[in-house]
């Protein structure tokens, strides 16, 4: 309803500038909007500021002058192509390095079996514009990613969230929620298999078996989104569910493996699925960005982009490792939390009672802020969760953010340590992940 | 072209979002009725640009804790600002739920019985151990449950049994320091509001609420459907007088100006209640004090400018 760029676009003022075409936009966009409490605090900014909250890869340890080199080779070799139109499904070289890249995690694919999309946000859209028609049903994990609860809300679906433990996608649940809806009563099942955001949680061998026998039986496609698989720090390698099931429509993406600015990632799914897919694509962009593909094609030429990917795990696990000593040093034993084995991200349970959205506005005031829960929510659950990002901070700033966060929950808990004291609340925390 | 008006909306209040739809409403019906308008939001540049700008007036469209509570009153009071609706006193007696009740009970204004507890009594004093001495204080359950200083209803929860009192207080004290159990008086909820105006308080007629889920919490509030209205209430002639009587007897006793609105329960048995009064009523589409005025034939614009008129009538006689 409101521009929010206000205090962007004219420092200093209060002055609110109203949408003149409030009232005119279409009623799908109403159920799209940014959370009020994250506009809110991304204004209040201090200096120390700790931020757990976006998931942003660290960029600064790609090598400046490995991608200057990818992006001037580009244009200099490649020339007119580099800077025309391409095709809609990208370019065939690209697509090539795309199918050895899968090869590596176990799935066979010719280069016709891929589109290269912006990113995996851009296969997201796609994929609900096609299949998606108002008041139909997806299925997603609870808490899910934001982002593709943004890009399928757009399309007007109901949400079915199904709960997660340690193990990823409670399949029993699962199974529970497809009886529900029967046969072919959900457009897709989508899923974060590996590092799951929100959660961290990593999908378990036979629940991910489990997950396509159920998908099979009741006739609904499922949705891989597979943005961290990558960025596994220990345990072994878990193949991807489109390894075990042709069937399977999988995103993947070069944000985490090289760089987001270059916006790339790809799609494979059945030809009948990638034939509608890009007849979207079509009407959404005509053809992914030619430059961009060129660059990445050049990047992962040689081999040093698996040097620089093991010192950006190097990194990100000793951030992980950071966080979780710290969480056990500090955090209260009331408070619970995941423990991924790779990926960007930390899930955490406060005790029912406590609001992690007006938690915000106190970390904020102490120097720290995070993702409340219930942005991973299509439905206001997760009041009592917060997302921790570890991807971004230094191992000194995360301990010492941890440090504040506890402090804020710690103030927190006394009121229910009280409670708890006297007999009035029962002593035991329910809850999973 | 008329006068220059600050409409102050937004706010790091957990009440922004509805004070922004009401603000923008606001903004739209003064400027349709020729004023300069300047919309602001409530920021740390707020002083600066009010400093900057110099309007006439300052229309107070914030909800909850600083629009509400006095905060903004006194800054404005400060600045030599006139701005709209009940001044700093009125503002913060309405606002502390347990004190305005206490002066409901001195002025004989029946209010339902009530216990009033700080967080710091849990944490310091273990207060949680007398938890089954609240049925007798405030005469049973149902009792409802809510945070002494907030508005919206957040932090609102209807509790029956002993059991779920515990959770219902976590709850309301995680929006401030003190919480209120108040007894739960089964009836007919109502909105009475009132507008100053040259013969004085006017008394708009109540608006009863009917909430599907049986209590009008901060969904039932602000989901188009979940709750059903009835202009003017559903009430024989007798508890109509008593219900405006005492809108005009809360607006008066806690010296409100401009715009007042009680909320009441009359009871199953005929007698009337005062809950609380609120001195910044929403202005959105929804909101209750808009629609009794169309009920008694005032535009949206003409609630407005008649509590616009109270600032400005203010600010002629500050010279």
Request: glycine fraction near 10%.
């Amino acid at each position: 309803m409101f521009l929010r760029q206000e205090r962007g676009a004219e420092m200093g003022t209060a002055r609110i500038v109203f949408d003149r075409w409030d009232g005119r936009y279409a009623r799908r966009m109403a159920g799209v909007r940014s959370s009020a409490v994250r506009d809110l605090f991304a204004a209040a900014s201090r200096p120390d500021m700790i931020s757990f909250a976006g998931g942003m890869p660290d960029v600064a340890r790609v090598p400046a002058e490995a991608a200057a080199m990818a992006a001037s080779e580009a244009v200099l070799h490649e020339g007119a192509a580099a800077l025309q139109y391409g095709s809609s499904e990208g370019r065939p070289a690209l697509r090539v390095t795309i199918a050895e890249l899968m090869a590596e995690i176990g799935v066979r694919l010719g280069a016709d079996d891929i589109i290269v999309t912006a990113g995996a946000q851009q296969g997201l859209d796609l994929l609900a514009k096609v299949f998606i028609d108002p008041g139909d049903v997806v299925v997603t994990e609870g808490p899910t990613y934001v982002g593709a609860l943004q890009a399928f809300s757009a399309y007007e679906p109901r949400i079915e969230c199904v709960p997660m433990d340690e193990g990823g996608m409670r399949v029993d649940a699962l199974e529970e929620t497809l009886t529900r809806l029967g046969p072919r009563g959900a457009k897709f099942i989508y899923t974060i298999p590996n590092f799951q955001n929100p959660a961290g949680v990593t999908l378990l061998p036979e629940r991910r078996r489990r997950l396509l026998e159920l998908a099979r039986a009741y006739d609904i496609p499922v949705i891989e989104d597979d943005p961290y698989g990558r960025l596994r720090f220990d345990g072994g390698h878990v193949k991807p569910l489109r390894a075990l099931d042709e069937d399977v429509i999988y995103l993947g993406t070069f944000s985490k493996i090289f760089a987001p600015g270059l916006r790339l990632g790809w799609m494979t799914a059945p030809h009948p699925i990638l034939a509608k897919v890009l007849l979207a694509k079509q009407a959404a962009d005509l053809c992914g960005s030619a430059f961009a593909q060129v660059t990445a094609e050049r990047y992962f030429a040689g081999t040093r982009w698996r040097r620089v990917l093991q010192g950006l795990n190097r990194a990100y696990s000793g951030r992980r490792d950071a966080m979780l000593s710290a969480l056990h040093e500090h955090f209260p034993a009331e408070v619970r939390w995941t423990r991924p084995e790779g990926g960007f991200f930390v899930w955490v349970e406060l005790p029912n009672f406590l609001d992690a959205g007006t938690l915000l506005a106190e970390a904020v005031e102490h120097g720290v802020t995070f993702v409340p829960g219930s942005a991973f929510f299509p439905d206001g659950r997760g009041r009592n969760c917060m997302r921790l990002a570890f991807c971004y901070a230094e191992p000194e700033a995360i301990e010492e953010g941890i440090r504040r966060l506890a402090e804020v929950i710690e103030d927190r808990l006394g009121l229910y340590r009280a409670f708890i004291a006297a007999g009035a609340l029962p002593e035991a925390q329910e809850g999973a992940a | 072209m008329r006068e220059k008006i600050a409409v102050l909306m937004g706010g790091r209040s957990l009440e922004r979002d509805v004070s922004l739809s009401s603000g923008k409403r606001v903004a739209e019906a003064l400027e349709t009725a020729g004023y300069r308008v300047l919309p602001l939001d409530v920021t740390p540049a707020l002083v600066e640009t009010l400093r900057a700008e110099r309007p006439d007036a300052c229309y107070i469209a914030l909800h909850g804790k600083y629009g509400e509570d006095g905060t903004i009153q006194e800054l404005l009071e400060f600045l030599g600002i006139p701005y709209t609706g009940p001044g700093v006193t009125a503002s913060a007696l309405a606002w502390d739920k347990p004190v305005a009740k206490r002066l409901f009970v001195d002025a004989g204004i029946p209010t339902p019985r009530w216990i009033t507890l700080t967080a710091d009594a849990f944490k310091e004093m273990g207060a949680a151990t007398a938890l089954d001495l609240v049925p007798g204080a405030v005469g049973g359950f149902p009792v409802v449950v809510k945070p002494s200083k907030q508005g919206s209803a957040l932090g609102l929860t209807r509790v029956d049994t002993a059991e779920e009192l515990a959770e219902a207080l976590l709850s309301a004290l995680s929006y401030g320091d003190a919480a209120i159990i108040e007894k739960w008086i089964e009836g007919t909820e109502l909105a009475v509001s009132v507008l100053d105006g040259i013969e004085g308080p006017q008394v708009l007629p109540p608006v009863e609420i009917v909430a599907k889920s049986g209590l009008f919490d901060y969904d039932a509030m602000y989901t188009a459907g979940q709750t059903d209205y009835y202009v003017p209430a559903r009430l024989g002639d007798d508890t109509t007088a008593t219900v405006r009587r005492y809108a005009q007897e809360v607006h008066e006793l806690l010296g409100c100006r401009d715009v007042s609105r009680a909320d009441m329960v009359v009871g199953s048995d005929g007698g009337v209640w005062v809950l609380e009064c609120n001195t910044s009523p929403g202005m959105t589409e929804t909101s209750l004090l808009p629609m009794a005025a169309a009920a008694c034939g005032m535009t949206f614009q003409d609630v407005v400018e008649r509590v616009l008129a109270g600032a400005l009538k203010r600010r002629g006689e500050r010279g």
